[in-house]
């Protein structure tokens, strides 16, 4: 594993964000949800997310979750995804989403 500078890891723009909605990414090549994201005074941005193994889309409504904001826009399908939602993968290769212990404000920075 190659070594990753403190000024490397400052770069990742890690946010906090609540889940305002989800919905079933049809279109996707693997099964994944389509989610937008509250990130305060950063706005709204959207997310594909491969999570469909342990979480319904109704489920989401409300989650904080962690992301990435400072990727570059990528387009799955005919859906264009503006952050990365972070996970760990579980032992099934399903994804458990990272969130906070408790409510914090949306768009907070992690690091």
Not at 44 to 61: D, F, G, V, W
Not at 65 to 80: D, G, L, M, S, T
Request: hydrophobic content about 40%; proline content about 5%.
């Amino acid at each position: 594993m190659s070594s990753l500078s403190f000024d490397d890891f400052k770069k990742i723009d890690l946010r906090v964000g609540t889940i305002t909605r989800a919905e079933v990414n049809a279109e996707a090549r693997k099964p994944a949800y389509k989610l937008w994201i509250d990130f305060g005074e950063l706005g709204e941005r959207r997310s594909s997310a491969q999570i469909t193994r342990r979480y319904r889309p109704h489920e989401l409504i409300g989650r904080q979750v962690i992301a990435v904001v400072n990727f570059p826009p990528k387009q799955i399908a005919h859906f264009i995804s503006e952050c990365l939602v972070l996970g760990v993968m579980g032992e099934e290769d399903d994804v458990v989403l990272l969130r906070p212990d408790f409510p914090v404000k949306n768009g907070l920075r992690i690091g």
